[in-house]
């Protein structure tokens, strides 16, 4: 952003983000594929430079559970999934509960949680090219456009 002298409300526009998902992902470090893939191209850099490097060395993250499970066990090593598991377990205490966290020297954290089976997604993602990208993006500003006019 300040290589390029964006302003949140640039990349905002640009992106067609609103003001609070946007915080949100400053914030928390967490942002849909779609979502960065928009901000890299906004930035007009490769998404790997916007994601921050797993410096722990360490990369195991698991997901375990069996057929018709309510809930599933969870271990993660990186900081964005432990960020996630951790605001979970705050936001939603009865379904979101953390079973240990792990702080090994020279190995990072690690932490291992129950969460509903009903929260694992997989969703792959979408090849667009840069025509379709900015197509979707000229869709979206027009949307929010048009809601914003329309709830003024």
């Known amino acids: 952003m300040a290589a390029q ?6 990349i905002c526009r640009k992106t067609g983000l ?5 915080q949100r992902i400053m914030t928390n470090g967490f942002a849909s594929e779609d979502a960065m ?6 930035a007009a850099v490769p998404i790997g430079e916007l994601l921050l ?3 722990s060395g360490n990369i195991e993250n698991a997901i375990e559970f069996l057929k018709d499970q309510d809930t599933c066990t969870v271990t993660f090593s990186q900081g964005r999934y432990i960020s996630r598991i951790k605001k979970l377990a705050e936001t939603h205490p009865e379904e979101c509960k953390i079973l240990a966290i792990n702080k090994l020297p020279h190995e990072g954290e690690t932490i291992c ?5 009903a ?3 997989i969703n ?8 379709q990208r900015d197509e979707r993006r ?3 500003c027009e949307n929010v456009e048009y809601y914003r006019h329309e709830n003024s």
Not at 37 to 42: D, F, G, K, T
Not at 124 to 131: A, K, M, R, V
């Open 37 to 42: 893939e928009r901000l890299a191209s906004v």
């Open 138 to 140: 000229r869709r979206f």
């Open 5 to 10: 002298e964006l302003t949140p409300e640039d």
């Open 119 to 121: 929260w694992i997604k």
């Open 18 to 22: 609103d003001e609070k998902p946007f």
């Open 53 to 55: 490097p797993d410096i």
């Open 124 to 131: 792959p993602g979408l090849n667009l090219t840069d025509e």
């Open 113 to 117: 949680a129950h969460i509903p089976t």
